[in-house]
DNA sequence: ATATAAAATAACTGACGGTCATATAGTTTG
DNA sequence: CAAACTATATGACCGTCAGTTATTTTATAT
């Protein structure tokens, strides 16, 4: 049956289209300030046709978060492939989560979004039943890989350390992302340095 | 003039009155789903008069967040004087602010969307001004005398290190709160366990 | 008593998320 | 090919809510 496969594809295709003249109003207005008339009209179609394919503005949303993980995921895995010790990888993942916030802002920001706004329970738990969608597996495996090989701490759970790894990067960026002007203007302080230091801290917990 | 003293003591009841009832109803329905209307009911005051008072519910949201941040800076002043020694007033802190989070969850969750959510920029900005509300300030005295002292190595720099210690330890708390019950469900992890080897890790980081 | 200033009100406005009856284009069937 | 059917799309409409404003009430000063 050709037809339904023609359909599929283009019902994929307008997803996609609706999606992209999401990502584009809410990278230039914030979400809040984003309207459904405005995604809409950038999408060249009528509000109603948009609850066609997604039922909420936060449903819309999710799917740019989802974008976001993608992409973050995809370097962790790429950072976490390129050497071969442990802890080497867990730096390399940290390195890789630095250079996503400084080339895609935009996406960075969404995900801290993701990471600290109220996404309906709903949405959050379908996002994370999407494997290729959850960057934290990529920092747990690591951690495992270490402790095997020696270069991490034999004592260390990786569960529960990759945890506080993830809240501690996600909480160092959060705060750099939002208060990076207070920082460097306000105290004087570089970015670069703090992320150095940060990640000297880290180390110093988890290195064998 | 005892009129106008009278008159200005009535006026800052009457702001607390509005306060109290803002409060009560973000507490009961968070940010989002509080209205208006409904803070004014519970104030037995008309719309309007709120707006006599704060410019916007954001302004208005913005007072519960101060006074969050005030119980935090008391509770950290009071955890650091304890003890003595620098390094255990950074622990302290860390305990204080975990103690925080158990027995003030209403104000513990306002304190985390202010970290994250975006509050308009004059806000945040008024609210810095605040000497008294700034449970930052706490820690970073409390690393430039462990320093002093010889608790805290020499080679870390207060500033940035109160930086990083206050973004991981947010961040923590923020997955914490956020995802308690995945954690302690879906991967059967304890949240006690992890912010004792949250602890750890700051620990060997800044220890002398 | 009256003028004046401050505090409070409630009806109103505009914006926006979401819905629904209706229309249109494409597909199937007789 | 026409009629019936289905999926897709529309835009006018609705309810809600933050914020405003014209008006009224209350309190103070003259």
Redesign the interface.
């Given at each position: 049956m050709g037809i339904s496969e023609r359909k599929e594809r283009e019902k994929q295709r307008r997803i996609k289209e609706i999606v992209d003249a999401a990502e584009l109003i809410f990278f230039l207005k914030?979400f809040?300030n984003a309207t459904m008339d405005e995604i809409a009209q950038q999408a060249e179609l009528s509000k109603g046709t948009l609850y066609l394919y997604f039922k909420s503005k936060d449903h819309l949303y999710s799917q740019i978060i989802q974008r976001a993980c993608r992409i973050l995921y995809n370097r962790f895995v790429e950072a976490a492939a390129k050497v071969k010790l442990g802890v080497d990888k867990v730096n390399a993942i940290g390195e890789a989560y630095y250079q996503f916030y400084l080339d895609e802002k935009d996406y960075f920001n969404v995900m801290?979004?993701f990471?600290?706004?109220?996404i309906p329970i709903e949405i959050f738990v379908s996002m994370?039943a999407d494997e290729d969608c959850d960057p934290h597996i990529v920092l747990i495996e690591s951690i495992k890989i270490g402790v095997e090989d020696g270069s991490i701490r034999k004592d260390i759970?990786p569960?529960?350390?990759a945890?506080?790894l993830?809240?501690?990067?996600?909480?160092?960026m959060?705060?750099?992302s939002?208060k990076k002007e207070?920082?460097e203007e306000g105290?004087n302080?570089d970015i670069k340095?703090?992320i150095q230091?940060?990640d000297?801290?880290?180390n110093?917990?988890?290195k064998a």
């Open positions: 914030g809040k801290m979004s990471e600290s706004k109220d994370k759970k569960n529960e350390t945890i506080i993830w809240a501690f990067t996600t909480g160092l959060q705060l750099t939002q207070l920082l105290y302080i340095d703090i230091l940060a000297k801290i880290m110093y917990g988890i």
